[in-house]
């Protein structure tokens, strides 16, 4: 009698769950349809290789910015886990809709969420959108490892077709029906507080939601520079944009040389810098810095070392080096 009251509980519960398990899986099988075939965004020579967007993750992420790191440093490396990574998109969000494997699969929304919080939780312009997604992922992961499928699903049919089903306890685990545990209160409000406690730190982390002062690293451009030298007549410098929107680079209309009562000793102005010399920018990462139409872009996530031919000058002069945006903003860093 008990065993039939479980079964019918988790058949409502996975029936429930029906529009969230349609929408997650749609959120993660949309990603390989966008990917390769509304358009091709896994050629690295294409533009809006998911790879460059990968790149954005890497000044801000959470604990696994190593591996960012790693592989944006290794295009081959990186090409080979987009595609990877894209096909267990596929596999996982269609398998959802499908509601094949409900259980085994939430655990893969669970984790790819949690790979895009980490990644990107900082990164959105107006509502934190990355971090949404990767909390809502998260918590929508554990409640469909809960839940399971019901009705409207593959799982559901195989059940009806071999009541065998029901008594295995893989298939329980991996697919759907009475999931066995024998404190389900525990999990639930254990699961529930970590996620919860989860959400609480990144929020603070990434944008001082919780409190004291509110933070958008998506909205202003930030450069770094660091480096600066001066040897053979050329000044070097590496430029790190760790800050601003995504979808677009920071826009450098000026390069200042200046002394140490501030005065121009030699000037890079918007012109100069659409046609900066190709070979004298050397790019760490798949997000390049590069001369553009009418400015230097500089996306978010790149870093490069910049050279400058400076035989006019003597290296006693130089004491700063100023980056100009269009935006207005200025960053400074002193020669070594």
């Not at 259980?103 to 990164?123: P, Q, T």
């Not at 809502?136 to 195989?158: C, E, K, P, Q």
């Amino acid at each position: 009698m008990k065993h039939t009251a479980d079964s019918r509980s988790f058949d409502l519960a996975g029936l429930y769950t029906l529009s969230l398990r349609l929408v997650i899986g749609w959120t993660y099988f949309s990603a390989f349809w966008r990917r390769l075939i509304l358009e091709n965004k896994l050629n690295p020579d294409e533009n809006g290789y998911i790879g460059e967007k990968f790149n954005h993750f890497l000044p801000n992420a959470l604990g696994i910015k190593p591996l960012i790191e790693y592989l944006v440093t290794h295009p081959d490396a990186l090409q080979r886990s987009m595609m990877i990574f894209t096909i267990v998109e596929a596999v996982v969000g269609l398998f959802i809709i499908l509601g094949l494997f409900t259980r085994l699969m939430s655990i893969g929304i669970f984790s790819l969420a949690l790979g895009i919080l980490l990644g990107s939780g900082w990164i959105g312009t107006t509502c934190l959108d990355e971090w949404q997604i990767g909390v809502l992922g998260i918590a929508g992961g554990f409640v469909l490892f809960l839940s399971g499928s019901s009705s409207y699903s593959l799982d559901h049919y195989f059940i009806k077709k071999n009541r065998k089903f029901t008594h295995k306890k893989w298939f329980l685990c991996l697919g759907s029906g009475s999931l066995p545990l024998s404190k389900p209160k525990t999990l639930v409000l254990a699961g529930s507080a970590l996620i919860f406690g989860l959400t609480l730190y990144t929020n603070q982390y990434f944008h001082g939601g919780v409190w004291g002062k509110l933070h958008n690293k998506s909205v202003k451009p930030k450069v770094e520079i660091s480096n600066v030298s001066f040897h053979h007549q050329h000044l070097q410098f590496e430029i790190y944009r760790t800050e601003g929107v995504d979808v677009y680079g920071s826009f450098l209309i000026g390069i200042q040389i200046l002394d140490k009562n501030g005065e121009i000793l030699k000037e890079l102005k918007q012109a100069d810098l659409s046609k900066f010399p190709k070979e004298n920018i050397k790019n760490h990462y798949v997000a390049k810095v590069k001369p553009g139409k009418h400015s230097m872009i500089i996306p978010l996530g790149a870093k490069a070392d910049i050279l400058i031919k400076a035989d006019d000058l003597r290296k006693e002069e130089i004491h700063n080096v100023k980056l100009i945006d269009i935006s207005g903003a200025e960053w400074t860093a002193e020669i070594q």
